[in-house]
């Protein structure tokens, strides 16, 4: 049997639904979700094993008209990982009108398809009637030459199969990349200080989540317990008046996050976590070069 093995890549303006498909695809969640645009921060390889095909899908952050230092960088990342694919994935919702976001992003792609092929996604599907789903689709049609155009959802599951053939289909012949069962090449601290923003990015005011990162000072055994883990964290805010709402009244806001982070840190992990998190004021971190350096960007 031909084995193909080989990168792809999601890219679409923030909150596409890139994060949930690539999570639907890989069948477990390797990258956090949120209703807010710009989740993602990092690209998050997910790992699809086949008999026939290893799938290495690359979540990248949404592309945007940078406001920030980080928002520039985070831009470099996409351009950065479309060079290094063998297949891209355009995706744009199916109940929202194609944009001049998409449309920029198409006129990107452009320069690419040549060398690379580029396969619409209509993501979203279960969020839109079936005329709505065949509109996005003709008019996609009009601002890119895809080599395929698809209908999905990553909610029901909806032609995700499909998709991941037509994506497996163009990748080279070759050999395992990963080995059996790995799901993700992130490290585990990486994904633990993700797990905890993405809990500190629910219910927040819409002009925080941007302001809001994560680090992980350290992860260790607990000490006279074989079954925890004790995870030091710190949460990383702009403002004091930010720190405030991220605490809540009495902190209140503050135990629902660590509450929320740590069960899906347990679930990483498999094993009881004791999570210490404390919040910090970094003054304008995502303009500040120094800063964005400390906190991995």
């Known amino acids: 049997m031909t084995h193909r093995s080989g990168f792809a890549c999601f890219v679409g303006r ?10 639907a695809l890989v069948g477990t969640k390797v990258a956090i979700t949120s209703s807010k645009p710009q989740t ?8 699809v094993h ?9 979540d990248t952050p949404g592309l945007h008209r940078p406001r920030t230092l980080l928002g520039e960088r985070l831009n470099d990342l996409v351009y950065s990982t479309w060079s290094e694919v063998d297949v891209v994935g355009f995706c744009v919702p199916a ?16 320069k690419i398809a040549k ?16 005329q709505q789903v065949a509109e996005q689709l003709l008019a996609l049609q009009e601002v890119l030459d895809f080599a395929e155009l698809v209908p999905v959802s990553a909610v029901d599951g909806f032609q995700v199969k499909t998709l991941e053939d037509l994506l ?20 585990e601290q990486t994904l633990v200080a993700e797990l905890i923003r993405e809990a500190a990015l629910e219910g927040v005011r819409d ?14 055994p607990h000490e006279g317990r074989d079954d ?41 992990l498999g094993s009881k976590v004791y999570l210490d998190l404390h919040i910090k004021v970094a003054k304008e971190w995502q303009r500040d070069p120094k800063q964005l350096r400390r906190l991995g960007f």
Request: net charge neutral; hydrophobic share 35%; aromatic share 2%.
């Open 14 to 23: 923030p909150n596409a639904g890139k994060s949930t498909l690539t999570n």
């Open 40 to 47: 993602t921060r990092h690209a998050i390889r997910g790992i």
């Open 50 to 58: 086949r008999e026939d095909a290893q799938l290495v899908i690359v």
């Open 95 to 110: 109940n929202e009108k194609i944009g001049p976001g998409d449309k920029f992003i198409a006129g990107e792609l452009r």
């Open 115 to 130: 060398r690379t092929p580029v396969i619409g996604v209509v993501t979203k599907t279960d969020l839109a009637s079936q």
């Open 168 to 187: 497996v289909a163009r990748l080279p012949e070759g050999p395992q990349l990963y080995p059996d069962g790995e799901l993700t090449d992130e490290p």
């Open 207 to 220: 002009e925080l989540p941007h302001s809001i990162a994560v680090t992980v000072e350290e992860m260790l």
């Open 228 to 268: 925890m883990i004790d995870v030091h964290a710190f949460l990383y805010v702009e403002r004091p008046s930010q720190k405030g709402i991220i605490l809540g009244h009495k902190g209140e806001r503050l135990r629902k996050v660590g509450s929320e982070a740590r069960r899906h840190i347990e679930a990483l």
